[in-house]
């Protein structure tokens, strides 16, 4: 899977255009983190179209890139993301960063993970039969 990162200056209205470009391109929106700083900030996104979102983006002048990232579903229930963060430590495996979200009531929560070393991860995970979303390994 891969995923958007939009660098965005900090101020009233940039947020929006970004969406408007996604809402002009048709494309639509899977998931999403922002994180700021006082100056800028990074929108990362997951939409249907990654590489045309790209392409548009860049076109409208904005500075994007696209990062293979890895989506995963695990059981909604204390301790979860613990035991998976376990076994990726065992590994030696670094998150370099993840966002996540629950998709109702179907009993699984949802994490898209950026890790450093992305193919031992993925193996990992498969051993220990980690579902991945739909075409979600990166």
């Known amino acids: 899977m891969e995923q958007l990162s939009i660098f965005l200056e900090n101020k009233v209205g940039r947020l929006a255009e970004v969406t408007e470009v996604l809402k002009d391109a048709g494309a639509d929106i ?12 990074i929108l990362r996104l997951i939409t249907d179209k990654p590489h045309d979102t790209c392409v548009t983006l860049k076109e409208r002048g904005f500075t994007v890139s696209l990062t293979p990232v890895t989506a995963v579903a ?8 613990c035991g998976i963060l376990r076994l990726l430590e065992a590994g030696g495996i670094n998150v370099e960063y993840m966002y996540g979200f629950h998709a109702g009531p179907a009993a699984e929560a949802l994490l898209v993970f950026r890790f450093d070393k992305g193919a031992p991860a993925l193996d990992i995970l498969r051993r220990n039969k980690v579902r991945f979303l739909s075409g979600a390994e990166g």
């Open 74 to 81: 695990m059981p909604d229930r204390p301790g979860a993301l």
């Open 30 to 41: 899977r998931a999403l983190s922002l994180a700021d700083t006082s100056e800028f900030g």
